[in-house]
C-alpha cells in the first residue's frame, strides 16, 4: 500500500513539473505569486522545489506562494535531525532538486531572494525527488521535441490553410492536459505537506504522563510510598511496546538548607528515582534523558508553611513521546 501510494505521489509531481513548463498563457493563469523577501529580514519557509538553476532554486509553499532562494559557499545543506542524540546528515547543494520538499532559514537580500544559510530535508524526500528526476528529465526532452514541432506546425499552418485547424485542436487538447496535470500537483503538494508536517514534528515532543514522588526532609532515599506510586502508575511494559517515547526524571527541594545543599539533594533523589525505574521496572537507558537537579528552584507551593515545604520535596517522572512518531502535530 505504501509503495502504491509513493508511486502515485510520483506520478502526481511529474505531471506537475510538466504543467509548469507549459505556455506562458496557461502560467499567466496560474494563481502562484512570487514573494520578494526584503532585505535583512531573517525568514523561514518550507515548501516544494519548482525550478532549480546553478546557484538558486525557487519553492512552492502551499499557499501557492512561491520565493527565490539563494546559495552560497556558506549554506549548511543537510537532513533533519535523526533523533534526540544524533544530528542529520550532510550533503552537498547539488542534492537540492526539483520536487524535493525542503525548509528553508536565511536573510533577504537587495534583490528580493532569501540567502540560505540552513537547508534542511528529509532523506525519504530526497530519493522521491532524485525518482522524480530520473523520470521527468526524458518526458520534458520529448515535450520540448514536441513543442519544436508544434511551433514548426504552427509556421506552416499560415502557409498551409487546411492545417489550421488540426493545429488548434491540438493546442486545445495541450491546454485541457495541462490544466488536469496542474490539478493533480495541486493534490500532490497537498499530500507531501500532510508528510512533512509529520516529518517537521520529529524535533519535538508531547507529556503524556507526570509520575510525582515525595521525599522526606533533608532526605533523599525513596519512600515505600513513593514506591509505590511509580508501581502503579508507570506501566513500562506497555511504554516499551511503543517506539519514539523518553523519561525525563527532574528532582526538586524546599528552601530548608542552603543553596548548594539544595541543588546537590535534588541531584541525589533524581539518581534515586532512576536507580528504581533501571532496576525495578527494566528502563533501558537510551530512553533517559539527562536528569537534573533544580533545588529549591521552581517550587510546586510556597515554601513559608509545613503543607508547602512538603510538596515542594519531589520527583518529577515525565513521560514523553516524539509528536512525528505518534502522527500529532499539536
Keep these: 500500500m505504501r509503495l502504491t501510494k509513493v508511486m502515485a505521489a510520483l506520478v502526481a509531481l511529474t505531471f506537475f513539473f510538466l504543467a509548469a513548463n507549459c505556455s506562458e ?33 525557487r519553492v512552492r509553499d502551499t499557499k501557492m506562494l512561491e520565493t527565490d532562494v539563494r546559495l552560497t559557499e556558506l549554506t549548511k545543506v543537510r537532513t533533519h535531525h535523526n533523533s534526540v542524540f544524533r544530528g542529520g546528515t550532510t550533503y552537498a547543494a547539488s542534492n537540492i532538486l526539483r520536487g524535493l520538499r525542503l525548509q528553508v532559514e536565511g536573510v533577504g537580500n ?9 537547508v534542511k530535508f528529509d532523506e525519504r524526500d530526497l530519493r522521491t525527488a532524485q525518482a522524480l528526476q530520473a523520470t ?23 502557409k498551409m490553410a487546411g492545417q489550421i485547424e488540426e493545429n488548434t485542436a491540438l493546442a486545445s487538447a495541450a491546454q485541457s492536459s495541462a490544466t488536469r496535470a496542474r490539478i493533480a500537483a495541486d493534490s500532490a503538494l497537498k499530500s507531501a505537506t500532510l508528510a512533512n508536517d509529520r516529518i517537521s514534528g520529529l524535533g519535538f515532543y508531547n507529556t503524556i504522563k507526570i509520575i510525582t514522588v515525595y521525599f ?27 517506539q519514539g517515547y523518553v523519561v525525563e526524571v527532574v528532582g526538586f527541594a524546599d528552601s530548608t538548607g542552603s543553596t548548594e545543599f539544595n541543588k546537590q539533594l535534588s541531584e541525589d533523589r533524581t539518581r534515586e528515582v532512576i536507580d528504581y525505574l533501571v532496576l525495578k521496572h527494566s528502563l533501558p537507558l537510551q530512553r533517559l534523558i539527562r536528569p537534573f537537579g533544580y533545588g529549591a528552584n521552581k517550587p510546586a507551593a510556597d515554601n513559608d508553611s509545613s503543607e508547602g515545604r512538603a510538596k515542594n520535596r519531589r520527583v518529577e517522572i515525565r513521560v514523553l513521546v516524539n509528536r512525528g512518531i505518534a502522527g500529532s502535530t499539536d
Design 25 to 57: 498563457t496557461f502560467a499567466q493563469e496560474s494563481n502562484a505569486y512570487l514573494s520578494k523577501v526584503a532585505s535583512g529580514q531573517k525568514l523561514k519557509i518550507q515548501g516544494i522545489v519548482i525550478k532549480r538553476r546553478a546557484d538558486s532554486f
Design 136 to 158: 521527468v528529465d526524458p518526458i520534458e526532452e520529448l515535450a520540448e521535441s514536441n513543442q519544436e514541432r508544434v511551433t514548426n506546425n504552427e509556421k506552416n499552418a499560415e
Design 110 to 118: 537587495a534583490d528580493g531572494q532569501l540567502v540560505a544559510g540552513l
Design 216 to 242: 522526606e526532609s533533608g532526605s533523599s532515599t525513596l519512600l515505600q510510598e513513593a514506591k509505590y506510586v511509580i508501581d502503579r502508575e508507570a506501566t513500562w511494559t506497555e511504554i516499551q511496546n511503543s
